[in-house]
């Protein structure tokens, strides 16, 4: 049975950062490329960053260009979403998601997805 727990959310200042974990247990995790969601309140799902099966390539939404960065650890079965200078408007529920596809952004791609942590951004 596949598994994907995230953690690391929370409530943190603005201008603040977070780590976010996701473990992944159940698939061949190397032959996966992962992404990171998220989903504020009354607004639809939204991509924000995704890495290859390989980690050679990462993909960010404009909105988080330069302020994440998705990285994954496959001797742990692990992708992490590191974000900093967080904005009130960061605040959502995260998901991560796996896809045996080519990375990409499209949610209905992905295969599996995790429960959801929340990240509060107060300002």
């Known amino acids: 049975q596949v598994q994907l727990v995230e953690s690391g959310g929370g409530l943190v200042q603005a201008g603040g950062s977070l780590r976010l974990s996701c473990a992944a247990s159940?698939?061949?995790?190397?032959?996966?490329?992962m992404g990171w969601f998220r989903q504020a309140p009354g607004k639809e799902r939204e991509f924000v960053g995704a890495i290859s099966w390989s980690g050679s390539s990462t993909y960010y939404s404009d909105s988080v260009k330069g302020r994440f960065t998705v990285s994954r650890d496959s001797a742990k079965n692990t992708v992490y979403l590191q974000m900093g200078r967080l904005k009130p408007e960061d605040t959502a529920v995260y998901y991560c998601?796996?896809?045996?596809?080519?990375?990409?952004?499209?949610?209905?791609?992905?295969?599996?997805w995790g429960q959801g942590t929340q990240v509060t951004v107060s300002s």
């Open positions: 159940g698939l061949s995790f190397d032959f996966y490329s």
């Open positions: 998601a796996a896809t045996w596809h080519r990375t990409t952004s499209q949610a209905p791609d992905y295969n599996y």
